[in-house]
């Protein structure tokens, strides 16, 4: 059983990654609770006279950072983002990560890979030796998507040797299907484990279908791990 989070966990690593932000640069704004709370903290710098400007990664972290007074910047504006910091539902080996959980996986990757650094924030919870404890997120195109998630099933039982179960998000009230801010579906893989991991990523990136998917592979070169009593800093 994973421990209970204390919230000064999350806040400890938050702002901790705040030491990496500079006078003039332009950040990438990450989804998630923990990304939040450095969204609200960057607020309070922004505030003291601090001048940067984000680019969020999904609608929630756009209308937190609006909330918060960060000065924002369309994507489309952008030919440099300096600095990204976001948090993961896993930290496995080498930095490798599984996220997705609030369902902003593609348009976090995209900004990450823009990006010169990307700093992942978690609580000590998340750090794993092994992913594949957290269902790895697919970002799926609505067209045929049962014959994608049948192709990422085959994928999946090749590369980790289990029988993987694949399962379309609904929303919180079991409803409707979650859609992305992208306007995709989303299936959630439940495997023993991923070891296999950059092998893995690739063959999923080859099906047809798959818009992207939750494995970060060599994007965070610095990840703050947040304790109870501070945070512990672990770069490459």
Known sequence: MNKPVDISAKQHAARAA??????GMTLGLGSGSTAELFIELLGQEVA???????????????????D????????????????????????????????????????????ANASDLMVCIVD???LVE?????P???????????????KIFDVLSAVSGSIPQIVQRLKNDGSQPFITDGGNYIVDCACSSFSRIKETAA?????????EHGLFVDLARIVVVGTDNGADILEM
């Open 18 to 23: 705040l030491s990496y932000v500079e006078e």
């Open 48 to 66: 003291g006279g601090l001048k940067v400007r984000g680019v969020p990664t999904s609608l929630q972290s756009e209308r937190v950072a609006i």
């Open 68 to 111: 918060a007074g960060v000065p924002l910047v369309e994507v489309e504006q952008v030919d440099h983002i300096h600095l990204t910091v976001d948090g993961a539902d896993e930290v496995g080996p080498d930095f490798a990560l599984i996220k997705g959980g609030g369902g902003c996986l593609l348009r976090e990757k995209i900004i």
């Open 124 to 126: 000590d919870s998340k």
């Open 130 to 134: 092994v992913l594949g404890a957290y």
């Open 136 to 150: 790895l997120p697919v970002e799926v195109d609505r067209f045929g998507f049962t014959i994608t998630a049948k």
């Open 203 to 211: 063959r999923l990136s080859a099906v047809p279908g798959v818009v």
